[in-house]
T-cell receptor, first 113, second 111 residues
Framework: GAGVSQSPSNKVTEKGKDVELRCDPI?????LYWYRQSLGQGLEFLIY????????KSGLPSDRFSAERTGGSVSTLTIQRTQQEDSAVYLC???????????FGPGTRLTVL | RKEVEQDPGPFNVPEGATVAFNCTYS??????FFWYRQDCRKEPKLLMS???SGNEDGRFTAQLNRASQYISLLIRDSKLSDSATYLC????????????FGKGTHLIIQP
């Protein structure tokens, strides 16, 4: 079956612009996760959705970051007024239920010039 | 946040050798444990779950020591294709509170 998909695969933007990243989880997976991985670094947890609600937003780096999930499926991560330090690979993962195996999408490589 | 610690390496190992590395976690309430593999510029992929009784999958053996709060991964007869970063994942269960990834151990298998 189809895995987790993310779009765009690459995004280059100018400092100060807003960007929107999309994640399409595996069908039927109730849990969805966003992570960020900077070059040579580990995965940084950003936010988690159970259904459409996000019980834990504490990982979002700043108030420029927001995320939503609608219909218990697709999620978007929005970064407003991008900064150069936002450059990273943004990974999305989904799991059937919380704490089940997570399956990752290919990521979106964001470059802020 | 709860911490998961791994030796970042790199571990340089000749092809055919056996290599082992550990991961320690600080939260004694952790419930689920996994090893993920991440190739350069790729997404992490599940390698194996880790059970208290230990589990083996071909050349890979994972073990959990709850008393000492560490997880190990053993790779026998290493192949060039085993070169990757191995991520330790620890969860509490029931939500994102316990989702913690280690920074990974970088393994290089040399011909």
């Amino acid at each position: 079956g189809a895995g987790v998909s993310q779009s765009p695969s690459n995004k280059v933007t100018e400092k100060g612009k807003d960007v929107e990243l999309r994640c399409d989880p595996i069908s039927g997976h109730t849990a969805l996760y966003w992570y960020r991985q900077s070059l040579g670094q580990g995965l940084e947890f950003l936010i988690y959705f159970q259904g459409n609600s996000a019980p834990d937003k504490s990982g979002l780096p700043s108030d420029r970051f927001s995320a939503e999930r609608t219909g218990g499926s697709v999620s978007t991560l929005t970064i407003q007024r991008t900064q150069q330090e936002d450059s990273a690979v943004y990974l999305c993962a989904s799991s059937l239920n919380p704490s089940d195996t997570q399956y990752f999408g290919p990521g979106t490589r964001l470059t802020v010039l | 946040r709860k911490e998961v610690e791994q030796d970042p390496g790199p571990f340089n190992v000749p092809e055919g050798a056996t290599v082992a590395f550990n991961c320690t976690y600080s939260n004694s309430a952790s419930q689920s444990f996994f090893w993920y593999r991440q190739d350069c510029r790729k997404e992490p992929k599940l390698l194996m779950s880790v059970y208290s009784s230990g589990n083996e999958d071909g050349r890979f053996t994972a073990q959990l020591n709850r008393a000492s709060q560490y997880i190990s991964l053993l790779i026998r007869d290493s192949k060039l294709s085993d070169s990757a970063t191995y991520l330790c994942v620890v969860t509490q269960g029931g939500g994102a509170d316990g989702l913690t990834f280690g920074k990974g151990t970088h393994l290089i298998i040399q011909p």
